[in-house]
Structures are given as structure tokens and as C-alpha cells.
């Protein structure tokens, strides 16, 4: 519960810190130009990715294996991608660390274990009572 308030509260206003201190340091315009960039190259790297991940799977299931590794790949190149989209610069840093295989590695044991958790207990989130 409380990465929620993390997603929901902090991430929010660190992105609008980062605007105003990207604002004074470079100008605004280029902080505009910079976000648009980081966003065509999110999509550019979303569609490579994900090309790739699709063909991963497609050879995984021809040789008659499950095709669990290019899943995880997908559930990060998919969660990436949305953050790079997601206007920010820590969003943005988040998504390339997701979509780029060679940081993507050190996140699928973490999305492995809670997608495992997921299936557990058929939950998304662990909601908790506030009253007692």
C-alpha cells in the first residue's frame, strides 16, 4: 500500500521538480523539445523491443518450449513503454532501463516473483483495512 502512495504522490511531484529545475537550467523550450524527444525514442524503442520479444517468443514456441522468458521480456518492455510516454524525466529514466535488454535482467527476477504472487493469490494489490 504505501508504493502506492509512492506511485501516486512522490513520483508526481519529482517529475514537477525535475520540470522546473530542467526550466531554469536549460530553458523552457528545450525542456519541451527534450520531452518530446525522449517520447518519439520511447516509441521507436517500444516498437524495436518489442519486435524482438515477439520473435523471441515465436522461436521459443517452435521449438516447442514455453515461452516464459520472452513474457517477462514483454511485461517489461510493455511497462517501459509506458513510462516513456508518461511525460517526466524519471519516468523516462525508468522506461529505458526496462526496455533495454541488458538492465531489463536485473528487473525480471523482481516481476517474476510478483507475477508469481499475482497467480498465488489473484490479487494485483494487497488492499489492507484502515479500520480496526
Not at 518492455?77 to 513510462?83: A, D, E, Q, S
Not at 516513456?84 to 523482481?110: C, E, H, Q, S, W
Request: hydrophobic fraction near 55%.
Amino acid at each position: 500500500m504505501k508504493w502506492i502512495v509512492g506511485i501516486f504522490i512522490v513520483i508526481p511531484a519529482l517529475e514537477i521538480a525535475l520540470f522546473i529545475l530542467s526550466g531554469k537550467l536549460i530553458g523552457i523550450w528545450p525542456t519541451l523539445a527534450f520531452l518530446m524527444l525522449t517520447g518519439m525514442i520511447g516509441i521507436w524503442l517500444v516498437k524495436q523491443q518489442g519486435l524482438a520479444v515477439i520473435e523471441k517468443a515465436r522461436r521459443e514456441v517452435s521449438y516447442g518450449r514455453l515461452p516464459s522468458e520472452a513474457i517477462l521480456d514483454g511485461i517489461c518492455v510493455l511497462i517501459g513503454g509506458v513510462l516513456l510516454l508518461t511525460p517526466g524525466f524519471f519516468t523516462d529514466i525508468l522506461g529505458v532501463f526496462l526496455l533495454l535488454p541488458f538492465t531489463r535482467a536485473l528487473m525480471k527476477p523482481y516481476i517474476a516473483r510478483w507475477l508469481k504472487s499475482f497467480f498465488r493469490t489473484k490479487t494485483f494489490f494487497h488492499f489492507y483495512r484502515f479500520y480496526r
